[in-house]
């Protein structure tokens, strides 16, 4: 059938002239003949995802709770009650982060998102920049600065090392960096590292303290104001249990004055804190101008979790983590496992890395869990693939029945998959 429209504009055009039109059918024909690709036979079929128990470093299993907030009406994302929910979603952040930090916010994205955010905004081409690399993250943020123009300086560790001050010191004096990049949580490793004093030596050496938090926040304890940390940010999926998606970032007035005192642009528009400030209401002009369209869902499930972690409490939330994986710690070792951390109190409580056993291929005994059990853990990252298996167990799934859900299906995978002879 065509279109009414079309046909009529054929006749009028007939009366007008006087003229017959001999191939107009033709014409559109052609034009209505334009989609050649039939739509494909997967998109005719419903949806189906297995449910699946998420052990591994994230995303992790989404609370119902949380599932129903971001399945809430979307509204539009310049609407008042929108700036309302962002506002709320600002001071979870501060909260979670313990920062009164007004330049506070979450990313429209997944962590690399605030990586890259943070990164593009304090540092401008030229500039001298130190990462410590200890696993994957600091390799990742090296490789973004690089890529933005910057004068890239590393110090390297195998997966699990970890630098003491004295190092950081030598090497902020040597280098004189104008960012100073740390993860945290380590998850590709397992390890948490020490952070107490180095956002003094940054402060000392005239150079910003950025820290990655996105397997550790709401799982062990860190204080941004108090640690003197100037940037931190987290991810979503981890112990706050939110969909993949958003990123909080927290921006002191050190890192601000940095980056609103630049003689360049940031290199990306989407991730330009002069218009994301504006966005979410940070730049105390009166309006709100449209940069993107926030990921409304994501914002609506984000702020829920973060409005759990505010019910829970953070020392509850840092105390119940230490508890499970203590108690995880101790099954695994009990069924012959040996901790890839040696040291307890560098082991991250939310991403536990067990050393690959003697004798097993480490991708069957994770494919032997899927398939029988349902349970994804993972293999290592970056380098410490092939070293390590990773069990995350954090925030919903942070209790002793899935521990003991992981022991049960590790203990069936080691029973099952052949062992090599060495
Ligand atoms: N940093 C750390 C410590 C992480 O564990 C991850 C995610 N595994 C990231 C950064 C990157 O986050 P995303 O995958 O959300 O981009």
Known sequence: ???????????????????????????????????????????????????????????????????????????????????????????????????????????????????????????????????????VWGERVA????????????????????????????????????????????????LAHPVDGVGDLCHRHNCLFLVDSVASLGASPLLMDQQKIDILYTGSQKALNAPPGTAPISFNTRAC???????????????????LSNYWGNDGKPAREYHHTGPVSGFFALRESLAILAEKGLEESWRQHREVAEYLWKGLEDLGLKLFIKDKDLRLPSVTTISIPDGYDWKELLAYMIKHHQMEMTGGLGPSIGRVIRVGLMGYNCSKLNADKALLALADALKHCPKRKA
């Open 257 to 275: 004055h940095k980056m609103f005192n630049r003689k360049t642009k940031p290199v990306s528009y989407l991730l330009d804190m002069t218009h």
């Open 1 to 135: 059938m065509l279109p009414k429209t079309l046909v009529s504009r054929c006749a009028l055009l007939a009366q007008q002239t006087g003229l017959e039109c001999t191939r107009p059918c033709k014409n559109l024909q052609r034009a209505m003949s334009s989609v050649n690709i039939p739509p494909p036979a997967c998109m005719l079929r419903p949806l189906e995802v297995p449910y699946r128990y998420l052990f591994g470093p994230g995303p992790s299993n989404v609370p119902p709770r949380i599932l129903a907030a971001g399945a809430r009406p979307i509204i539009g994302h310049l609407h008042k009650e929108m700036y309302e929910i962002m506002n709320d979603i600002k001071q979870g952040i501060q909260y979670a982060f313990q920062t009164n930090n007004h330049m506070t916010l979450a990313m429209s994205g997944s962590g690399h998102t605030a990586m890259e955010c943070a990164v593009f905004n304090t540092v401008e081409p030229g500039e001298s920049v130190l990462v410590s690399v200890n696993g």
């Open 143 to 190: 490789e973004i600065a690089e890529r933005m123009g910057a004068k890239v300086h590393t110090m390297v560790k195998s997966p699990g090392g970890y630098f003491t001050n004295e190092e950081i010191e030598k090497a902020l004096a040597k280098h004189k960096p104008v960012l100073f990049f740390l993860t945290h949580g380590e998850s590709s490793a397992g």
